[in-house]
C-alpha cells in the first residue's frame, strides 16, 4: 500500500478502455479494481496485478504503454 496524503488521479477513460478492449479483461473486474486501487491510493494496474486480475505480462503491456505517452 502507498503511504500518502495526495489522493492518486482516478484511471483514465482510455486505460479502462484498453483494459477490458484490448487485455479481454472483464467490466466486473476493472469494477473491482477501481474500488480496490481508490481504498488503497494505488495505481490501477498495480492493485489488479496484485489482485490476480492482471497478468504480469498484461501488467507489463500497461506499463509500457504508459511510459510511451
Known sequence: MINTSKPINPPSPELCSFIIDKLGIS???LDLGI???SLENA????VMWSYGLLTLNQLNI??????EY
Do not use: C, H, N
Request: charged content about 30%; glycine content about 0%; proline content about 12%.
Open 27 to 29: 467490466e466486473s473486474a
Open 62 to 67: 500497461i506499463l509500457s504503454l504508459e511510459e
Open 43 to 46: 495505481p490501477l494496474p498495480i
Open 35 to 37: 474500488k480496490r486501487a
